[in-house]
């Protein structure tokens, strides 16, 4: 599972922007998934990793940060 998440944070990071359950939902397989729970874990797990930053004012939505891993 930890490369699954290291592949979706570095996409994430990649393509820059706030992430949301939906967005993680739209990628391909296998960083995307068709179920909300585990889109839900997965953005869960990457911001205890410290690889995501909650955006104030907008629920369950993340943004990369880029000062963990990865620059833009």
Partial sequence: MADLLDDLAAEMRAQGGIW???RVM???PPLGTTQ???A???LGAL???GDLLTVP???RAY???YAKGGGQ
């Fill in 40 to 42: 839900r874990k997965r």
């Fill in 26 to 28: 739209d990628l391909p």
């Fill in 20 to 22: 949301t359950t939906r």
């Fill in 57 to 59: 004012g907008r629920g």
């Fill in 47 to 49: 911001a205890d990793r």
């Fill in 63 to 65: 943004r990369p940060n």
């Fill in 36 to 38: 909300r729970s585990i």
